[in-house]
């Protein structure tokens, strides 16, 4: 992450060397300056501003610092390491001390990382999170659908899932898998795998596959024409 840091040629005093350091010459140094303003006609008054010139430091830069043209500080590119925790809840915070911008006029504050998941994170079947729970879809075909199937699923800590459905598989269909979710971190408990099915229909069939879906469903088909009379 890009940090302020005080610059390593000046030391964050802004000037190319001590002596060109000098006492500011509007307000001899003080940092505030006394002006008359005028309250009612014929009546004065005189107020304490800061001074415009050094802004209140009472010391002005004659020659600046050729390396951060007096600003005191240059940005650095800061590497840090964090150490999130497996089933780290959403805007699970973690605080690095002093590890904020740097400045000669404040001591660097704290850097406040909160990590929450990424959208469309773990590549196909779309896997989700809510809480503890793990949530995937499952793209079946129709054949799989009606004479059951069995496969398996690469989960995201790279172990294996095993799906085996001897049956018949409705569309939308939810599956739990108990423990198959999210690792319990703190006060929440270890969590379950949802698999919701989704099923493809071929975009078109020849006519022999036809027949044999006709010969297939004759019967109930059949039963509803009657049905229906």
Not at 57 to 68: E, F, L, S, T
Not at 102 to 110: C, I, L, Q, T, V
Not at 179 to 190: I, N, R, Y
Request: hydrophobic share 30%; aromatic share 6%.
């Amino acid at each position: 992450m890009p940090r302020q840091i005080l610059c390593d040629h000046c030391r964050g005093s802004g000037a190319m060397t001590d002596g060109d350091i000098k006492q500011c010459g509007t307000c001899g140094g003080r940092g505030m300056v006394v002006q008359r303003a005028q309250v009612f006609p014929g009546m004065f008054t005189n107020m304490q501003t800061t001074c415009n010139t050094c802004a209140g430091k009472g010391k002005v830069i004659h020659r600046p610092c050729a390396h951060c043209r007096g600003a005191k500080t240059i940005t650095h590119q800061n590497r840090l390491d964090i150490d999130v925790p497996p089933g780290a809840p959403e805007g699970w915070e973690t605080i690095i001390e002093g590890e904020a911008d740097e400045s000669p006029d404040w001591e660097a504050g704290d850097v406040v990382i909160r990590v929450r998941s990424r959208a469309g994170a773990g590549g196909p079947g779309g896997w989700r999170r809510k809480d503890a729970g793990l949530y995937r879809r499952e793209v079946v075909s129709v054949d799989e659908a009606l004479l059951g199937f069995e496969r398996n699923i690469t989960h995201l800590d790279g172990h294996v899932v095993s799906i085996k459905r001897p049956g018949t598989t409705q569309p939308g269909y939810v599956e739990t898998f108990k423990g198959e979710g999210m690792p319990p971190q703190g006060a929440l408990p270890q969590g379950d795998l949802y698999v919701e099915y989704t099923v493809v229909m071929p975009s078109a069939i020849t006519d022999k596959t036809r027949q044999g879906l006709e010969a297939v469903f004759a019967s109930s088909r059949s039963g509803r024409a009657k049905d229906e009379l």
